[in-house]
């Protein structure tokens, strides 16, 4: 990450939003998406993505009619990020764009800062 540049929340692609939207329609719940980074995984963090509730600190990000939603332990972390939705061969799912790492695993699921 460039010294210089200001840190920002994460950014939320239309596509990740479409993607949540899609979810709410298959299970007939709306729940926001949670992206959060914690401890472990063989390069030091990972990120933990799931189908949430909000809390009273979470940084909401709203689109589409859709939210998804950073807790503050995380934020520092997903600065300057890019949520993502990525359907490829090997299976679709939302991805993280993150300048902050500086390396990552072979199994592309853990990180190192």
């Known amino acids: 990450m460039e010294l210089n540049m200001p ?19 298959m299970t007939g719940e709306k729940k926001a998406l949670r992206v959060a980074v914690e401890g472990g995984g063989c390069s030091g963090f990972q990120y933990d993505i799931k189908l949430d509730d909000a809390a009273a600190d979470d940084l909401v ?47 592309g699921t853990s990180f190192s800062i």
């Not at 840190?7 to 329609?25: H, W």
């Open 7 to 25: 840190a920002q929340p994460p950014r939320v692609t239309p596509r990740a939003f479409a993607r949540l939207a899609e979810i709410a329609e």
């Open 61 to 107: 990000i709203e689109g589409g009619g859709q939210v998804v939603l950073v807790d503050q332990v995380s934020l520092p972390f997903l600065a300057n990020a890019v949520i993502d939705f990525s359907e490829e061969l090997i299976g679709a799912r939302f991805v993280i764009e993150n300048p902050n790492v500086a390396s990552a695993c072979g199994c």
